[in-house]
């Protein structure tokens, strides 16, 4: 975790080849910014399906979001999530 105030919450996310985040809900909504280019193996409620990210190219997601992420690459993957309160 780098900041966690009243306005967000910003962690960065390093996890091996085959780690998880864990299964969990997503309070806020929020930006992901990815530091690595690959793929993420995403279980979520109604099944598991891949997301290509690519470094630098930011995105976004409501708050509500349930899954699992899981780093389906050969190498460590990186991100900073960035959940948006209020």
Do not use: C
Not at 28 to 42: A, D, E, F, N, Q
Not at 53 to 82: C, K, M, W
Request: charged share 25%.
């Amino acid at each position: 975790m780098q900041i966690d105030n009243e306005f967000v919450r910003v962690t960065e996310w390093r996890f091996p080849p085959g780690a998880a985040t864990g299964y969990h809900r997503h309070e806020y909504r929020y930006v992901v910014v990815p530091m690595t280019t690959g793929k993420l193996l995403l279980e979520e409620t109604d099944g598991k399906r891949y997301a290509q990210l690519t470094s630098g190219q930011s995105y976004t997601r409501p708050a509500g979001v349930e899954h699992d992420v899981i780093n389906a690459n050969e190498l460590a993957f990186v991100f900073v999530e960035i959940e948006i309160k209020g």
